[in-house]
């Protein structure tokens, strides 16, 4: 995670609950955002997997594009298949340079008239500069900065918002729509970044403390903090942007090709299609793979990782400790020829080698509703 | 046994007859939340107070723990390799982390009492 604890913090429409609720404040993508409540990151990560968390992502980006053409537009900056999506469905798509790396990880959703975003904190003021500046006539971006967007997640989650927002439960994975819950205009995709089933909850900013205290009033909803949020997508295998996948990475490389349209792959006419055919064709140079250190002590991100020679092969990009897991668990980058699951390596922790095992992510089951 | 002496890096001190325990404060405990894993000094290891000596990881972090004094590293507390929780359950008891020889005894003294350090930590919010 990249914290800062800059001067000038900005606050979500829910900074002063979070103070309510004990949130201890971090920095985090330039916003004051609490890392943990009293409960503690082990607490609010069990919680989560076991009944119902309620995270604030009000930090992330959050926008729409309207008119004629809207889908073809974004296909010219992605991979992803955003003409097939049908309406009321939600894609994960990654936003690609020419030159084939990852500009961004996001998600698009078919709103019937519109296509909305959401993107990450840290990267939207150049996403939606990007996407604005490559709009034809007809097209335009609308940003959201007077929503805010709230994660409810945990096997808990649908089942007590569903008495609020009839009609939810009948969701699958990925389905998306609008709903009115008690006045609130709320845009409720049946997602998130926990592995568990859950959702994400778009509602106007003005509104969003009186919702969320709503939420936190629903049987078994409890608040987590980034430092939840952060073990349980680990857990779970999924990337956090500027850490598991940069501009340098690509989508076979991160192992993401299945977020790229299969008809992408026959017209490979999205921005860095050369690199993406190359590596599907002759193997990357590196992989992104799951990673369990034997004993209890956590890798961290940018921990080297060695061969039995001692020869650097790769590097840790996340790792921590999985409280699901109740054992070490990291992904980062190796050489391919160790990429297979169950190749052995050594983990240079303070210049001490961890003994560790490529494995499969993810590292606890997802529970998607499918 | 005598009274617990305290560091501006929030370990606690505490001499016990030939040597003497160290370990972290409940405000640290805090500050760190669940710890999973203690990397100990091997015993024998000479320190110089101020140095980083132990390295306390929670479920989000790694941190380092300091010497609060000059000495010898003569025994490391075996239960937190199992029980790493012990560090945030029992801090000021069974989650100590090693115990030394200090080099030379004045040092402990001179570090801040118990009233002391509860102002340095009010003095921190």
Same mark, same amino acid.
């Not at chain 1, 971006?141 to 009609?167: I, K, N």
């Not at chain 2, 390799?81 to 989650?95: F, H, I, M, Q, Y």
């Given at each position: =995670?990249?914290?800062?604890?800059?001067?000038?913090?900005?606050?979500?429409?829910?900074?002063?609950?979070?103070?309510?609720?004990?949130?201890?404040?971090?920095?985090?993508?330039?916003?004051?955002?609490?890392?943990?409540?009293?409960?503690?990151?082990?607490?609010?990560?069990?919680?989560?997997?076991?009944?119902?968390?309620?995270?604030?992502?009000?930090?992330?980006?959050?926008?729409?594009?309207?008119?004629?053409?809207?889908?073809?537009?974004?296909?010219?900056? *992605?991979?992803?298949?955003?003409?097939?999506?049908?309406?009321?469905?939600? /894609?994960?798509?990654?936003?690609?340079?020419?030159?084939?790396?990852?500009?961004?990880?996001?998600?698009?959703?078919?709103?019937?008239?519109?296509?909305?975003?959401?993107?990450?904190?840290?990267?939207?003021?150049?996403?939606?500069?990007?996407?604005?500046?490559?709009?034809?006539?007809?097209?335009?971006?609308?940003?959201?900065?007077?929503?805010?967007?709230?994660?409810?997640?945990?096997?808990?989650?649908?089942?007590?918002?569903?008495?609020?927002?009839?009609?939810?439960?009948?969701?699958?994975?990925?389905?998306?729509?609008? #709903?009115?819950?008690?006045?609130?205009?709320?845009?409720?995709?049946?997602?998130?970044?926990?592995?568990?089933?859950?959702?994400?909850?778009?509602?106007?900013?003005?509104?969003?403390?009186?919702?969320? /205290?709503?939420?936190?009033?629903?049987?078994?909803? =409890?608040?987590?903090?980034?430092?939840?949020?952060?073990?349980?997508?680990?857990?779970?295998?999924?990337?956090?942007?500027?850490?598991?996948?940069?501009? *340098?990475?690509?989508?076979?490389?991160?192992?993401?090709?299945?977020?790229?349209?299969?008809?992408? /792959?026959?017209?490979?006419?999205?921005?860095?299609?050369?690199?993406?055919?190359?590596?599907?064709?002759?193997?990357?140079?590196?992989?992104?793979?799951?990673?369990?250190?034997?004993?209890?002590?956590?890798?961290?991100?940018?921990?080297?990782?060695?061969?039995?020679?001692?020869?650097?092969?790769?590097?840790?990009?996340?790792?921590?400790?999985?409280?699901?897991?109740?054992?070490?668990?990291? =992904?980062?980058?190796?050489?391919?020829?160790?990429?297979?699951?169950?190749?052995?390596?050594?983990?240079?922790?303070?210049?001490?080698?961890?003994?560790?095992?490529?494995?499969?992510?993810?590292?606890?089951?997802?529970?998607?509703?499918? | 046994?005598?009274?617990?002496? #305290?560091?501006?890096?929030?370990e606690?001190i505490?001499?016990?007859?030939?040597g003497a325990t160290v370990g972290? *404060?409940?405000?640290?405990?805090?500050?760190?939340?669940?710890?999973?894993?203690v990397?100990l000094p091997e015993v024998?290891r000479?320190v110089?107070?101020?140095?980083?000596c132990a390295?306390?990881?929670?479920?989000?972090?790694?941190?380092?723990i300091?010497a609060p004094?000059?000495g010898k590293i003569i025994e490391v507390n075996a239960?937190l390799?199992?029980?790493?929780?012990?560090?945030?359950?029992?801090?000021?008891?069974?989650?100590w982390f090693f115990r030394m020889?200090?080099?030379?005894?004045?040092?402990?003294?001179?570090?801040?009492?118990?009233?002391?350090?509860?102002?340095?930590?009010?003095?921190?919010?």
């Open positions: =995670m990249v914290e800062s604890q800059s001067e000038s913090l900005a606050e979500t429409p829910l900074a002063a609950l979070h103070r309510e609720l004990g949130g201890r404040m971090v920095g985090f993508a330039g916003y004051a955002l609490p890392v943990q409540y009293p409960a503690g990151i082990m607490a609010e990560h069990l919680h989560c997997r076991s009944a119902a968390a309620l995270f604030d992502v009000s930090h992330m980006g959050q926008a729409e594009l309207r008119g004629e053409g809207a889908a073809a537009a974004l296909e010219a900056l *992605t991979p992803a298949d955003v003409a097939g999506l049908k309406p009321g469905r939600q /894609r994960y798509g990654l936003l690609t340079s020419p030159s084939g790396g990852i500009l961004d990880d996001f998600m698009f959703a078919n709103l019937g008239d519109r296509i909305f975003l959401v993107v990450n904190a840290s990267r939207k003021e150049h996403d939606f500069g990007h996407i604005a500046a490559h709009l034809p006539q007809g097209v335009t971006l609308h940003r959201h900065e007077d929503r805010a967007l709230l994660a409810l997640q945990g096997p808990g989650a649908v089942p007590a918002l569903a008495a609020l927002a009839p009609g939810l439960a009948a969701f699958s994975f990925m389905g998306i729509g609008s #709903f009115d819950i008690g006045g609130v205009n709320a845009i409720i995709s049946r997602s998130g970044y926990t592995g568990e089933d859950g959702v994400e909850i778009s509602v106007p900013a003005d509104q969003a403390e009186a919702f969320a /205290r709503r939420l936190l009033a629903l049987p078994g909803v =409890m608040p987590a903090g980034l430092g939840a949020r952060d073990s349980l997508r680990l857990e779970a295998g999924l990337c956090l942007y500027g850490s598991d996948i940069d501009e *340098t990475t690509s989508a076979v490389e991160a192992g993401l090709v299945w977020s790229i349209g299969k008809r992408r /792959r026959m017209e490979w006419n999205f921005p860095g299609a050369d690199r993406v055919r190359e590596e599907l064709a002759n193997g990357p140079k590196r992989l992104r793979v799951g990673i369990r250190p034997e004993g209890r002590q956590p890798a961290r991100g940018h921990t080297p990782i060695a061969d039995a020679d001692g020869a650097v092969i790769g590097e840790v990009t996340s790792g921590g400790f999985g409280p699901s897991v109740g054992a070490p668990v990291a =992904m980062g980058y190796v050489a391919r020829p160790f990429a297979e699951d169950g190749s052995a390596l050594d983990l240079m922790v303070r210049g001490k080698a961890v003994p560790a095992r490529v494995a499969p992510m993810p590292f606890t089951p997802h529970r998607y509703a499918r | 046994m005598s009274e617990m002496r #305290f560091s501006k890096d929030h606690w505490r001499s016990d007859g030939d972290i *404060t409940d405000h640290a405990q805090n500050a760190l939340g669940d710890v999973v894993f990397d024998g000479v110089a107070a101020g140095e980083a390295v306390v990881e929670s479920v989000k972090a790694a941190s380092d300091y004094v000059s239960a390799t199992d029980d790493p929780g012990l560090v945030n359950r029992e801090p000021s008891a069974g989650g020889e200090p080099a030379d005894a004045g040092e402990i003294s001179a570090l801040m009492d118990e009233g002391a350090y509860h102002s340095f930590v009010d003095s921190l919010a």
